[in-house]
């Protein structure tokens, strides 16, 4: 098992994570369970129930889960918690805690303990606090945090936030054996908490460290998905490139087509609302903003239809002309855009929209229209489903909005401020098209929380370049139904 006394010098306490529940089925499968995710065994129960009990407990050294249930497979059982990401492992030296990998989610496979684990320099990701009476280092690229007991790891820490990381440092005088060192330097490299000197981190090198935590701890799952890399791997990626430009209707300079980023299937043209007649006709403003309402529960026997999407859509997002600023041709919008960079996609997830197969579609404001990005889904079930929950009905929306973000064209542009710049043209496109909706007698509710590892999945786009950032649910009306001022 990795981790031994006798490859390391080190033996290892394990524990399960807080907020980990376990049940067994009628039909005998023992299931983990967090609120975010779950895993099952099917063979097995009751046993593994009793390891289970151990763990919860009180923490535990393999010899001691080994005896609590002679004769079956615990060393795997074990593994297999530890790759799932539901175990804390407090490694220890001559009985002396020294730090506690403290699992997230799921762990990566485990660099090869043997060998020196090359010069090594802290993520530049990286946070160190006080919690308790600890210190916890954690980062939103690592798939697990680490609690920090004794000052010789601390000290190691420090070592590694230097210039030169640890590299040529830990031969000397040592608070803790060298093998001990390379152990806790191999965790830490697992981590994703040290990464080799001279690597920029490319995967993910337009983020400044304050915004892509803002991001990791705003969206639920694991925003920071995409961005790691295999400890094993030797620190090369393909770094990120500007943003191409390619041309597009009426003069407008446009991002790369949408079809080039993702790869997609059918083509929707959406219906062009007559804007002289909703001058006319519509609510006056007042009004509608006294009107309205998030509205969480949809009318599935008159659901949303095409032509109220094409209507929502023109009104709120498209490309309605151009203009020149700074010797650059940019696109003027119904809403407002620092910089006129314009850097959000939407995305409709539709479960029920007459008019329209279910699926996921990407909005082209240039031209009017959708594109299939992907047809019906464990993924695309998986973003409504999430919707569902957000609402806080359990009822999947007819059509999930989802806003995305290119992230590289606001970060090349500005400096200290480009993703708090897209939470602001996240609010506003929420209010037009909260407004829009109300005018039109549909239900919308802005949703508060959204998953950025399930949309990156239905997109397959690199979440380091384009990601969920908001979410509306959106569909037809039930006669009576008012809704809240949330």
């Known amino acids: 098992m990795y981790g031994t006394r006798a490859s390391t010098g080190c033996t290892e306490l ?252 059918v083509v929707v043209d959406l219906h062009r609302p007559d804007l002289d007649r909703l001058r006319r006709h519509d609510p006056p403003l007042a009004r509608v903003m006294e009107e309205r309402r998030s509205i969480r529960e949809h009318d599935d026997s008159a659901p949303v239809t095409a032509a109220q999407l094409g209507e929502l859509l023109y009104r709120c997002a498209r490309v309605r002309g151009s203009f020149e600023l700074d010797g650059t041709r940019h696109s003027d919008r119904p809403y407002p855009s620092g910089g006129a960079v314009y850097e959000l996609e939407i995305y409709l997830v539709v479960r029920l929209a007459a008019g329209l197969d279910p699926g996921m579609y990407r909005y082209d404001p240039y031209r009017h229209r959708l594109r299939l990005v992907r047809g019906p889904g464990p993924e695309v079930t998986r973003l409504l489903h999430l919707a569902g929950r957000a609402t806080a009905t359990g009822s999947r929306p007819q059509v999930l909005i989802v806003m995305a973000a290119r992230f590289a064209e606001l970060m090349a542009r500005y400096d200290d401020i480009p993703y708090s710049l897209i939470l602001k043209h996240v609010g506003v496109l929420f209010q037009s098209i909260g407004l829009a909706a109300t005018a039109m007698g549909l239900a919308a509710c802005a949703l508060g929380a959204g998953e950025a590892a399930s949309f990156a999945e239905a997109t397959g786009l690199d979440p380091a370049t384009e990601g969920s950032v908001g979410e509306i649910a959106l569909g037809g009306r039930a006669a009576g139904v008012t809704g809240d001022g949330r």
């Open 14 to 265: 394990l524990r399960l994570r807080p907020g980990v529940y376990s049940a067994v089925s009628a039909e005998g499968s023992l299931h983990l369970l967090t609120w975010r995710r779950g895993e099952s065994f099917t063979e097995g129960a009751m046993w593994r129930q009793t390891v289970l009990r151990c763990l919860a407990a009180a923490p535990c050294a393999a010899a001691d889960l080994r005896a609590a249930a002679p004769g079956h497979e615990v060393d795997g059982f074990v593994e297999a918690l530890r790759a799932g990401g539901w175990l804390m492992t407090t490694v220890c030296h001559d009985e002396r805690p020294l730090y506690t990998v403290r699992a997230l989610r799921p762990a990566p496979p485990a660099p090869v303990p043997a060998g020196h684990p090359g010069d090594l320099v802290l993520s530049r990701f990286a946070v160190m606090r006080r919690e308790g009476d600890a210190l916890l280092v954690e980062s939103p690229l690592a798939w697990a945090e680490v609690e920090v007991h004794d000052v010789a790891v601390t000290a190691l820490l420090g070592r590694l936030a230097g210039p030169a990381g640890a590299a040529g440092r830990i031969a000397g005088p040592e608070p803790l054996p060298a093998p001990v060192v390379a152990r806790a330097l191999r965790d830490l490299r697992w981590t994703g908490l040290a990464v080799p000197c001279g690597d920029a981190e490319p995967h993910a090198r337009l983020w400044r460290p304050h915004e892509l935590w803002f991001h990791h701890r705003t969206r639920a799952g694991d925003p920071g998905r995409g961005f790691r890399r295999d400890p094993d791997q030797d620190g090369s990626a393909a770094p990120a490139t500007a943003p191409a430009t390619a041309p597009a209707t009426a003069g407008v300079t446009a991002p790369v087509p949408a079809e080039a980023r993702v790869p997609g299937g």
